[in-house]
């Protein structure tokens, strides 16, 4: 039996759902607790864990449509793109609704779209670090990541690590994959790695889209105007 082990934090505690875009305006990031439904929860883990034991994921890739590429040195999980064709993840999909919605009214990024996957790395899989979007592309704004796994601890890993920058290893925080934790984070401006997992690691990994990304606000801009330093 798996052992129970008490996780491990680093970086600042998990917010609570009221104050969550000042912490997103001022660090780029967000780590929550609370948001989604512990049944919903359940509901996710169950299909997440469905998909892959009956082996309707796909090996993830790197790059765009033009030049994907599976290069197992960079990256090693599988992925099933959400379609809609389950209450689990209509239920999801409106709640990160209320966060485009919130993104919206309260920092003025002009989020239009969202589109997610489930995410399963196997034991050994992780994701060396990268950025989710090519600054200054018309493609993604804001991250997510929603976590599903219960009794998780640090010896499992598979710990997502936030960096202050692309140059240096500083690290902002180190985030578990423990379950009904929400990320969010700039997609262009937060580099980030997966570290290799002991045991299969169930998560949804998702992207708040800009419909004109050359006229859309940029966080920075935003803060100085609502008063929220970066």
């Not at 996780?7 to 912490?23: E, I």
């Not at 290069?71 to 379609?83: A, E, I, L, M, S």
Request: glycine residues 6%; negative net charge.
């Amino acid at each position: 039996m798996h052992a129970v082990l008490s996780p491990v934090h680093s970086g600042p505690a998990p917010l609570t759902h009221q104050n969550w875009p000042a912490a997103l305006a001022g660090d780029g990031y967000a780590v929550i607790h609370g948001l989604v439904p512990h049944e919903l929860c359940l509901r996710l883990q169950a299909e997440a864990r469905a998909a892959h034991e009956t082996d309707k994921l796909d090996r993830a890739g790197i790059g765009r449509v033009d030049d994907h590429t599976l290069d197992t040195r960079v990256r090693r999980d599988k992925t099933k793109w959400f379609d809609r064709t389950s209450a689990a993840q209509t239920d999801y999909l409106e709640i990160m609704e209320t966060v485009r919605q919130t993104v919206n009214r309260e920092l003025f990024l002009g989020l239009f779209s969202y589109e997610a996957h489930f995410a399963v790395y196997e034991p050994g899989g992780f994701y060396k670090r990268h950025v989710d979007a090519f600054r200054g592309s018309r493609n993604r704004v804001l991250s997510s990541v929603f976590y599903m796994n219960e009794n998780w601890s640090a010896e499992d890993d598979g710990a997502l690590v936030i960096y202050a920058d692309d140059e240096t290893e500083t690290t902002l925080a180190t985030v578990y994959p423990e379950f009904g934790t929400l990320v969010l984070f700039l997609s262009e401006d937060i580099p980030h790695e997966v570290r290799p997992t002991t045991r299969d690691r169930y998560s949804i990994a998702g992207w708040f889209r800009v419909n004109d990304r050359q006229t859309a606000p940029s966080l920075q801009v935003v803060s100085r105007v609502s008063g929220l330093s970066l």
